[in-house]
């Protein structure tokens, strides 16, 4: 029922958002102190790779619920920015992330990405020292971050007006995106379509000199024989990220030139 008149609303902690929470732990775990804090379903555990979890900040205290049901106990979680250990190879956070958001690991672990879309969001990342990764975490922040970053992705649309002209070790793309980020996947669709049998080309991706696993498309007559019809790349798995100064190219290989056909190259970013 909508208010008719003024009411004393109470409100929950002394700042604008409260310092800590506390929050009934999840069934069949131990939330130890110092550790990374997730909510799933309502209910708090440390944080581990899955989806569908949010980033609330760190555990102020120890509590054992590994033979408790949800709900049974309560753990006191801080909020804010608090420095955790950093992921290694293509999931390692530089200087140059921050500002980006980060992915949980596990209670003590960050990472760069979301390893095509496996992990949560841990935070924002504020800082990259020796000792590890500082990330800000915030109940109201985290949930924000966390619809953001499944909804927010860059489609970049490349034409490809010849097919014809394309020929082996050829840079068929190039671009700087201009920020840090990840490929997640491409593909192709014909805009004129392959009459001429028997053609192909592949095309594969890199950031920098280093190929992408994955995201390579392999262009055939038969695969572009209609117009609109589209070519998916392979899976994205590794090698994907990049920072806001590297430039991704895509170049031609194994190629038996076309005679006729166009097309655009999709790349997904995030």
Request: charged share 10%; glycine share 10%; hydrophobic share 45%.
């Amino acid at each position: 029922m909508a208010l008719t008149g003024s009411r004393d609303t109470k409100q929950r902690g002394a700042g604008p958002v409260p310092h800590f929470h506390t929050f009934p732990v999840a069934a069949s775990v131990k939330c130890i102190q110092g550790g990374l804090a997730v909510l799933s379903a309502g209910y708090v555990k440390p944080g581990v790779i899955a989806t569908g979890l949010v980033s609330v900040g760190c555990f102020a205290e120890t509590v054992d619920n590994s033979s408790g049901s949800a709900g049974d106990k309560s753990v006191r979680v801080d909020s804010g920015t608090f420095r955790w250990a950093n992921s290694a190879d293509a999931d390692l956070i530089a200087q140059a992330n921050v500002g980006a958001v980060c992915y949980v690991v596990d209670d003590l672990t960050v990472a760069l990405t979301s390893n095509s879309t496996t992990r949560s969001v841990a935070g924002v990342i504020d800082g990259v020292d020796s000792d590890g990764v500082w990330v800000t975490s915030l109940l109201p922040a985290a949930v924000l971050t966390a619809t953001a970053s499944t909804q927010v992705t860059c489609i970049v649309s490349i034409p490809i007006p010849a097919l014809s002209g394309i020929a082996d070790a050829q840079v068929v793309a190039r671009f700087t995106p201009g920020f840090a980020g990840r490929i997640t996947k491409t593909s192709f669709q014909a805009v004129t379509a392959v009459s001429t049998g028997a053609k192909a080309s592949t095309l594969t991706p890199k950031i920098a000199t280093t190929n992408v696993t994955g995201g390579v498309l392999s262009l055939t007559s038969a695969g572009l024989d209609t117009v609109g019809k589209v070519v998916a790349g392979s899976a994205v798995s590794a090698a994907n990220t990049f920072t806001n100064a590297q430039e991704i190219t895509v170049v031609a290989s194994a190629t038996t030139a076309f005679i006729e056909g166009a097309g655009v190259l999709l790349i997904h970013i995030a």
